[in-house]
């Protein structure tokens, strides 16, 4: 599953709603998805525009910061995150966050955006 396509999913919507809010045709964007084209700068900004985020802002690599938590010598962890449509997605395990959570908290809260995002 590509990043684009669990960003639709994160924003509930499908690839033709994208594709109207992009003014694409909705096989161009499911090309993108599936890999079979490539996405010039002009069409990701498009998409960036159209989704609210980009790849850099929120990565779907869950199973990265629960291997780093695994590692921490630490009770509590802060974890930083965006919110797309009331979704709160956590995107790193950050000293500065406002958002503090026990390490087994942070383990299932990372362990079920795991299972929901890949």
Same mark, same amino acid.
């Given at each position: 599953?590509?990043?684009?396509?669990?960003?639709?999913?994160?924003?509930?919507?499908?690839?033709?709603?994208?594709?109207?809010?992009?003014?694409?045709?909705?096989?161009?964007?499911?090309? =993108? *998805? &599936?890999?079979?084209?490539?996405?010039? %700068?002009?069409?990701?900004?498009?998409?960036?525009?159209?989704?609210? /985020? #980009?790849?850099?802002?929120?990565?779907?690599?869950?199973?990265?910061?629960?291997?780093? =938590? *695994? &590692?921490?010598?630490?009770?509590?962890? %802060?974890?930083?995150?965006?919110?797309?449509?009331?979704?709160?997605? /956590? #995107?790193?395990?950050?000293?500065?966050?406002?958002?503090?959570?026990?390490?087994?908290?942070?383990?299932?809260?990372?362990?079920?955006?795991?299972?929901?995002?890949?």
């Amino acid at each position: 599953m590509s990043w684009l396509k669990k960003a639709r999913g994160l924003k509930r919507i499908s690839s033709r709603e994208l594709a109207e809010m992009c003014g694409m045709s909705m096989n161009y964007i499911q090309k =993108i *998805e &599936g890999g079979n084209r490539g996405m010039p %700068s002009d069409t990701a900004e498009k998409i960036y525009a159209a989704l609210g /985020f #980009t790849p850099d802002e929120v990565r779907f690599e869950t199973s990265e910061f629960l291997e780093r =938590i *695994e &590692g921490l010598d630490t009770d509590v962890v %802060s974890l930083s995150y965006v919110i797309v449509n009331d979704v709160i997605y /956590f #995107t790193g395990i950050d000293e500065q966050s406002t958002f503090t959570v026990s390490v087994d908290n942070a383990r299932l809260l990372l362990a079920s955006q795991s299972v929901l995002f890949g």
